[in-house]
């Protein structure tokens, strides 16, 4: 079983500024008012304040890229799920490819980032994914397990309260979409691992993401374990995320 209506979260990575935000979000709220899917919008953090702003009254829903795995003291330059709770944020990206590989994050770093979403009642989307080598070695299927082993195994009974993401390193960025089959394969063995941990499980949404975008978004989103996408690049074009949107409001 999967989630009917689809969660759509926009990943704006490190790009933005104050005016360029303001002209993004604008078309986005006036042609998503019509949209039927849930949707969200995870932004650099010096931009929640603005966004918070900007969001209010709309269904759009603030997210943010990272949290400290650590509730608070000193630790220069990390933001705390409570601080990213004073601005209304109700998503937050952990274990992002980018984070584990150029930030060094271990599976249980995501997993302690993820606890301490939920502690503040903020959602914690974790990613996981196998890079080229590991698709290639066959190995796909053990790491996003052991990558979501990890959450289960600190997180108990509060995994119902988690929404997972799967980006195939190879898919980021590149180009290179995973086909609609490899989607539903990999988010067909996240489900039945969630369901063994979980008797809520049905609840947890599982997106797909890498390269997604307005021509490819309909059938990888047809595919009955796809609940919804986290976009990249294309999240950074009014008409082309609205494409995106309205193909997941079918
Ligand atoms: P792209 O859509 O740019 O490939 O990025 C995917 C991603 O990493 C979203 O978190």
Known sequence: MSQSIKLMVGNWKMN???????????????????????S???VPAPYLAQMQHLLMGSSVDLGGQDVSAHDSGAYTGEVSADMLRDFSVRYVIVGHSER??????????????????????????????????????????????????????????????????????????????AT????QQVHAVLRSQLQAASTQATRISILYG??????????LLA?????????GGASLKATDYLSILKAASR
């Not at 609609?180 to 989607?183: G, L, N, S, T």
């Not at 890498?210 to 059938?219: D, F, L, P, V, W």
């Not at 595919?223 to 976009?231: A, K, N, R, T």
């Open 16 to 38: 933005g500024g104050l005016a360029a935000n303001a002209s993004l979000v604008e078309p986005l709220l006036d042609g998503m008012s019509a949209l039927s899917c849930r």
């Open 40 to 42: 969200a919008l995870c």
């Open 100 to 177: 584990r590989q150029y930030h060094a994050e271990s599976d249980a770093t995501v997993a302690a980032k993820a606890q301490r979403a939920l502690a503040a009642g903020i959602t914690p989307i974790v990613c996981l994914g196998e890079s080229l080598e590991e698709r290639e070695a066959g190995q796909t299927e053990a790491v996003v397990k052991r990558q979501l082993a990890a959450v289960i195994h600190a997180n108990g009974h509060c995994i119902s309260e988690i929404v997972v993401a799967y980006e195939p390193v190879w898919a980021i960025g590149t180009g290179l979409t």
């Open 180 to 183: 609609p089959e490899q989607a």
């Open 210 to 219: 890498g390269s997604m975008n307005a021509t490819n978004a309909a059938e």
């Open 223 to 231: 595919q009955p374990d796809v609940d919804g996408g986290l976009i």
